[in-house]
């Protein structure tokens, strides 16, 4: 008797746990982009600079993503219920512990460092739960997860508002608090999947020691143990698709499998002997993956930026209403990335080098976009420009996922995403900073515009560049 790999089933209760993840994303990253609501009345309540009570949510964002390579150590031990439950308690009682704030420094505890740490430790199962249930629709359902964000963006600066209209700051820390521990109700959704276990008269034995008495067994009877090759699906293994770029599948052939087994065991078998035999961070020396994060980095600056400065640029045009545009533009971003997301699972945008064209040619949209809005004046264009903007980003994010799929293969995405979380959370911490200095050194938001859209180039260029070793190097070995 043996546990089968459990195949993903592409549906089921894997919708649930794709709502447990948009709700994740809602109720994370939703309150720590209308933070910015709370700027000025926590100034003037805790006397102190703006600044400092930007750096707190700085700091929130931080943890976020960067307790990502820690957090998928949990889910690979603890599972991905667990984990969420446990980050959704404690982004709740940080939020809520807000409430008896007095100073920065207590709200650094508080919400920087309790709120951000839950969110971290949320975030990254409700992301990689994606793969344990999705295999031909993972665009599909990682879409859905992500654009909780966007959501969360649209809805609560409203609420926020509200809140704030009616009640002291204090109140309203306790107010999403309460709501903020809905993330352990998300948590709870993610059932596991159970392995079925099957029967086998004679198992098939995949290590050296038992191949080695069986092939003892095997010259007692005057047989000699054959061996075959056999198919190795390319979406399984990223590096053995690389081997040949002009074939759908690779043969690959291991002495761990018996000719004895039946094709299915064998691959199997196969697979699992090819895992045990990469390195366990095998993507961290793979060039392709690493610009993948490069380009990932600028996007994340360009992404931030878009949302920080374009209230800003409405009140530089003198014109009223950047909480409407804010609003639309989020809303655009959401429908872009759910109809995009399930574009990429067609049969014919399902292949690895359409995606990376695809987000080639985005990236430079995005940055001549960006780079045009120096020369925007008036309401009704820069509305158009923002719903323009919102749309080429729906498409680069409903492509973050589905590239980096391609690149290391389903079974490794949940670690290798971790380490592009890391990457954002040092773009989330010291873009502010960058485009607030370009902005106070300059006096308009045009120089940040035009830094951005510079970003946005150089990771057309990276992607460029990615491409490019994908089909120069596609006989490396990695692991």
């Known amino acids: 008797m043996h546990l089968n790999t459990v195949d993903p089933p592409d549906g089921g209760w894997g919708w649930f746990c794709v709502l447990g993840g948009f709700i994740i994303n809602m109720l994370t990253f939703g309150q720590l982009k209308c933070y910015g609501l709370l700027l000025v009345e926590l100034v003037e309540e805790y006397d102190t600079s703006a600044a400092l009570i930007e750096w707190v949510n700085g700091v929130a964002y931080f943890l976020t993503f960067g307790l990502s390579p820690i957090t998928s150590i949990f889910v690979r031990k603890y599972g991905h219920r667990r984990v969420v439950i446990v980050g959704g308690a404690i982004s709740g009682i940080g939020m809520s512990l807000s409430y008896f704030s007095t100073n920065v420094a207590m709200l650094f505890i508080t919400y920087g460092i309790i709120f951000g740490t839950g ?86 034995q995949c290590n050296d020691d038992a191949l080695s008495e069986r092939t003892k067994l095997n010259s007692s009877s005057n047989s000699q143990p054959k061996y075959d090759a056999i198919a190795v699906r390319s979406s399984e293994s990223p590096q053995t698709e690389r081997v040949s770029t002009k074939k759908q599948h690779e043969y690959v052939s291991d002495k761990n499998c018996d000719v004895e087994s039946t094709t299915d065991e064998k691959e199997r078998l196969c697979e699992n002997s090819i895992t045990r035999n990469q390195s366990k961070y095998f993507y961290l020396r793979d060039p392709v993956y690493i610009l993948y994060v490069l380009a990932v980095m600028f996007f994340a600056f360009s992404y931030i930026t878009v949302f920080l400065m374009l209230p800003a640029k409405v009140l530089e045009d003198n014109e009223s209403g950047e909480a409407v545009m804010v609003s639309l533009t989020s809303l655009v971003e959401i429908c872009c990335r759910i109809a995009w997301a399930a574009v990429w699972d067609c049969r014919f945008f399902c292949r690895q080098d359409v995606r990376q064209t695809a987000m080639f040619i985005s990236f430079v949209g995005t940055g001549v976009l960006m780079s045009l809005s120096v020369l925007v004046h008036t309401y009704t264009i820069l509305l158009v420009w923002s719903l ?15 590239v980096l799929v391609d690149i290391v293969g389903a079974a490794a995405m949940g670690d290798a995403f971790a380490f592009v979380m890391l990457g954002e959370a040092v773009i989330f911490l010291v873009g502010p900073l960058i485009t607030g200095s370009l902005l106070d050194y300059s006096g308009t938001v045009a120089a940040s515009f035009l830094f951005t859209g510079g970003c946005l180039f150089a990771a057309a260029i990276v992607t460029a560049a990615m491409k490019y070793k994908t089909i120069l190097l596609p006989t490396r070995d990695i692991g």
Not at 388 to 402: I, K, Q
Request: hydrophobic share 50%.
């Open 119 to 204: 969110g971290g430790l949320a975030s990254i199962p409700g992301f990689s739960i994606t793969t344990v249930y999705f295999k031909n629709h993972i665009s599909l359902a990682s879409g859905c997860v992500i654009c909780g964000a966007g959501v969360g963006a649209l809805v609560f600066p409203y609420l926020m508002q509200y809140l704030l209209d009616e009640y002291t700051t204090s109140v309203t820390f306790l107010i999403t608090g309460g709501i903020t521990f809905n993330i352990i109700v998300a948590g709870a959704l993610m059932r596991p999947l159970t392995p079925q276990v099957k029967r086998n008269p004679a198992p098939t």
């Open 388 to 402: 323009l903007m919102g749309s080429l980003m729906g498409v680069l994010w409903s492509l973050v996922v589905p």
